[in-house]
């Protein structure tokens, strides 16, 4: 298991990279990293929800990452992307976090910063639009 202890409480930074704070995307790098993987980078405003899903789905469609069927049994790996609807849209992707184990995943808030939360629990369980394995 690694540490993310550390990470607990970094404030949210709109293109957050570092410890100084991180957005969604650079904290589910950060995490990534820790696990030795290299998921790529993008840099997009918080608010532009359409360019975040275009951008989650496209690296869906080109292979980088494979669905987990989690609804139907299949075991979610550590670390394990966990792609969000926050404030919009059903099936639009404009926040992500990872999936740590234990039925938590880590991310990064605007007005709260980077907390873990449980993704059966609301609001989280009806917001979750997909659970994927890095593929590279």
């Known amino acids: 298991m690694i540490d993310y202890s550390d990470l607990i409480g970094t404030p949210f930074v709109q293109d957050g990279r570092s410890k100084a704070g991180y957005d969604c995307y650079g904290l589910t790098k950060e995490i ?7 998921i790529g980078e993008y840099w997009c405003c918080v608010d532009d929800k359409a360019k975040i899903n ?4 496209g690296a869906v469609a080109n292979g980088r990452w494979q669905e987990v069927d989690y609804k ?3 075991p979610i790996p550590v670390p394990a ?3 969000l609807r926050f ?3 059903p099936g639009c992707v ?3 976090g990872v999936y740590i184990g234990d039925g938590k995943f880590i991310h ?3 007005r709260i910063g980077v907390c873990v939360s449980s993704i059966t629990a609301p609001p989280w369980n009806k917001q979750v639009v997909g659970i ?3 593929i590279g």
């Open 32 to 38: 990534f990293a820790r696990y030795g993987k290299d």
């Open 54 to 57: 275009a951008i989650y789905r």
């Open 72 to 74: 139907h049994g299949e």
């Open 81 to 83: 992307l966990v792609g």
């Open 87 to 89: 404030n919009a849209p």
């Open 94 to 96: 404009n926040h992500t």
């Open 108 to 110: 990064a808030r605007e």
């Open 132 to 134: 994927y394995k890095f």
